[in-house]
């Protein structure tokens, strides 16, 4: 099948197959993508929100116990423009043998920062093949997340009925907090 266009210039008729247009038609719309978001990045995404600035979602970070079979992976989402304002919201998920219900307290420290919450809501359990995921959702204030970022060395202690499991962070989550501190967390200076 060819479709003919007539050219206003060229008193001549230019024949193009159809598939060809179509093709050239697809192929130039299939590679925009949209301005208010700035997604692909491996360590986080950023959304522009308008007048409160950038969202940012830092992708979960791993953190590892030595005494069960246990994991925890955390994110933190964020908006931020030109000072700070806000809170952040830190989601973790603990992937485990046991199901997570509750937790009564949970600690974040690097070696010269220690923040603490007790403010801690179960979002749901799942059962995976072997183990369960218990989602939980907290927020600590931005200022406190910020300065957690200037050393890469991060410890998790979770608190529940009078017990305390620890998560460590391993060398790729450190390679991974230095980066985030210096794409992201470098834009605060001076706050």
């Given at each position: 099948m060819e479709c003919i266009f007539t050219c206003s210039y060229a008193p001549q008729r230019l024949k193009i197959p159809l598939f060809i247009l179509v093709f050239l038609i697809f192929s130039s719309c299939s590679a925009i993508k949209p301005a208010s978001t700035n997604s692909g990045k491996t360590y986080f995404e950023t959304f522009y929100v308008g007048e409160e600035g950038s969202q940012y979602f830092i992708k979960p970070l791993l953190f590892k116990t030595e005494k069960v079979n246990e994991q925890l992976l955390v994110d933190i989402t964020f908006r931020y423009k030109n000072e700070i304002k806000d809170s952040a919201i830190l989601?973790?998920?603990?992937v485990s043998p046991l199901i997570y219900k509750t937790v009564d307290s949970l600690k974040l420290l690097n070696k010269n920062l220690q923040i603490k919450t007790n403010k801690v809501k179960l979002l749901?359990?799942?059962?995976?093949?072997s183990d369960f995921i218990s989602r939980f959702t907290t927020k600590?204030?931005?200022?406190?997340?910020?300065?957690?970022?200037?050393?890469?060395e991060w410890k998790f202690i979770?608190?529940?009925?009078?017990?305390?499991?620890e998560y460590l962070s391993n060398k790729k989550t450190n390679k991974t907090i230095f980066i985030l501190k210096n794409n992201i967390f470098v834009l605060m200076q001076n706050n």
């Open positions: 989601n973790f998920s603990i749901f359990n799942q059962k995976n093949t600590f204030s931005l200022e406190e997340i910020k300065e957690l970022f200037e050393h890469n979770l608190y529940n009925k009078n017990q305390s499991v």
